[in-house]
């Protein structure tokens, strides 16, 4: 095996590995898109009882 073939070899090793570690890249990603758009229907409730505590104590405050 001559020196050509040894960096062809090893060339074809690393974009293996970069192909693989890209699949697991876009895996992970998917999996973070999936869950934080589970938690945005949550966080939106959250922020409406946030907001209607505070508009309910700005009544009691403004009828005081």
Same mark, same amino acid.
């Given at each position: @095996? /001559?020196?050509?073939?040894?960096? !062809?070899?090893k060339a074809n090793d690393?974009?293996d590995k970069a192909k $693989?570690? @890209? /699949? /697991? &890249?876009?895996?992970?990603? *998917? +999996?973070? &898109? $999936?869950? &934080? $758009? +589970?938690?945005?229907? !949550?966080? !939106?409730? *959250?922020?409406?009882?946030?907001?209607? +505590? &505070? +508009?309910?104590?700005?009544?009691?405050?403004?009828?005081?």
């Open positions: @095996m /001559g020196i050509k073939d040894q960096f !062809q070899d690393l974009a $693989s570690a @890209m /699949g /697991g &890249a876009k895996d992970e990603a *998917s +999996e973070r &898109a $999936s869950q &934080a $758009s +589970e938690r945005a229907p !949550q966080a !939106q409730d *959250s922020l409406d009882d946030a907001q209607k +505590e &505070a +508009e309910d104590r700005f009544n009691r405050d403004y009828d005081a």
